[in-house]
């Protein structure tokens, strides 16, 4: 069953509706399902959809030949395969569909190239001189980013301006990634994006009439089980030296986050080289820089300022209890390695991945005009500010902190602070109190709103002065969101 993906639907449904002929280009990362995206939107029209491969050019040829042969165009009663690519491209427009678009998908497009550099120029040349006044809707898909965005999508390659369309495919948000379990509690949906994060490759894995915790055992730790030797294959399949690639992640994962930090962790002597492992990381994916929500653009291209962390949820937790306990789970000690490892600290581990939905959430709140002002910018923001202290001389003292989640207007008159708690018990008074000590400077010019999001409820205190139903209530500016109102806001 294909889930969700209505965007690019959408978007490659305008596209083939439009006059004029079509030069798309959908990339994205692998695993995220680019090709069954494209078969869905494909199935009900006419199309040709070639899958390219690794091989050589000539046997590429001949399977890009037999393709578009196989839908009777003139040309097939003739020939048994084309002498070239120009030729081969030209007769895109033959395709024997009526009034219909010539629609073409090219998979895995990176792999045409590889095998024959001039491909862009040649399909650049037919482009320009017979394809974009024929009625044609071409796809060019491909997994390899950098491929896509430093040679297709650069000034120096031919096909650059071109395109009719680009859109770059992202992970599922945790609203979409979660239809695949509808009948998963709420706190075991937000644990299940933890660790599968919006990967539709990962999710299809995973067996919704299964229980989480059945599911994990048979699904990841299990060897022989398709998400067990995931990361090491995907990993093989991009880089070289797999090893160092895995330390480096391996020290992102399990807590490492500045450049001179991952560095040391991952054995590696030089800062530089680390940069440029963490960039080839980033590229795929796996990786991400964050930076605080209120630094500035000049500043954003400095490699020493932000932090790195683990883009892709499943990566991060097969880095802390998968290859943690490889040798466990590779004499079969399943049970025992989700008993003492994984069962012990998950909640924990599914925090980091609960701020990253309130933080859809806050943004899907914004589209549906819910929040007291619209912002410009959102994200963590972490620094020196005021923190309570009872020791302290006046009860504040200065010391680093951060917030799970700031929200600024383009004024930067009005911020909404927002503190994310995954636990057990309550979000207390006390919890609410520390997060208005922080940013105290800014609240002599600006205005402060708070929501205050928890797995378990609120304390009586913050009930009585908050309320769950009357917004910004009791002239406090603060909002609490329960678990139920978090998970299921996405409809």
């Not at 991952?266 to 080839?280: A, G, M, P, W």
Request: negative net charge.
């Amino acid at each position: 069953m294909f889930i969700a993906r209505e965007p690019e639907l959408q978007f490659l449904a305008d596209c083939y509706s439009k006059d004029k002929s079509q030069l798309v280009v959908l990339y994205g990362r692998r695993r995220i399902g680019k090709t069954e995206t494209l078969r869905t939107f494909c199935k009900d029209k006419p199309h040709v959809f070639f899958s390219c491969t690794q091989s050589s050019d000539k046997k590429q040829l001949e399977r890009f030949s037999d393709a578009l042969l196989r839908e009777n165009i003139p040309a097939g009663r003739f020939i048994s395969a084309f002498s070239d690519w120009e030729i081969a491209f030209e007769s895109i427009s033959d395709l024997p569909y009526g009034d219909s678009k010539r629609l073409i998908v090219i998979d895995e497009f990176p792999y045409m190239c590889n095998a024959n550099k001039s491909i862009p120029s040649i399909l650049q040349n037919v482009w320009d001189s017979k394809l974009k006044d024929e009625n044609v809707m071409i796809i060019l898909c491909g997994s390899s980013m950098s491929f896509i965005e430093k040679e297709i999508l650069s000034k120096k390659n031919p096909l650059y301006g071109r395109s009719t369309g680009i859109y770059k495919m992202e992970e599922m948000n945790f609203y979409d990634a979660m239809k695949f379990f509808p009948d998963y509690s709420d706190e075991d949906k937000i644990i299940t994006y933890s660790i599968l994060g919006g990967i539709p490759h990962y999710l299809t894995q995973w067996d919704p009439g299964v229980s989480m915790k059945d599911n994990i055992k048979k699904s990841i730790l299990t060897k022989g089980s398709v998400l067990y030797s995931e990361v090491d294959f995907l990993l093989r399949q991009e880089l070289r030296e797999t090893s160092i690639y895995g330390a480096v992640i391996e020290a992102v994962a399990l807590g490492s986050t500045r450049l001179n930090e991952i560095s040391q962790k991952s054995l590696i002597e030089d800062n530089s080289k680390t940069s440029v492992y963490l960039r080839n990381l980033i590229e795929l994916g796996i990786v991400t820089r964050e930076m605080s929500v209120d630094t500035a653009v000049k500043e954003r291209g400095n490699q020493n300022r932000g932090i790195y962390k683990l883009a892709d949820n499943f990566f991060r937790f097969w880095y802390t209890y998968g290859f943690a306990n490889i040798s466990q789970l590779e004499d079969g000690d399943v049970d025992g390695v989700y008993e003492y490892s994984v069962e012990p600290t998950l909640r924990n581990f599914a925090s980091y991945a609960f701020e990253d939905v309130c933080l859809q959430f806050v943004r899907m709140q914004q589209k549906e005009k819910k929040l007291p002002f619209r912002f410009s910018k959102i994200g963590r923001w972490w620094g020196k500010t005021t923190v309570r202290d009872a020791q302290a001389p006046n009860g504040l003292r200065t010391a680093e902190t951060e917030i799970d989640i700031l929200a600024v207007s383009s004024d930067a008159k009005k911020y909404l602070a927002g503190e994310c708690k995954f636990k057990k018990s309550p979000f207390t008074n006390a919890e609410y109190l520390d997060l208005c000590a922080k940013l105290t400077p800014q609240k002599e010019t600006s205005e402060f709103y708070y929501a205050l999001f928890s797995s378990a409820g609120f304390d009586e205190k913050l009930l009585s002065d908050g309320g769950l139903s009357d917004g910004l209530s009791g002239g406090k500016n603060v909002r609490l969101y329960d678990l139920p109102e978090i998970v299921n806001a996405g409809g």
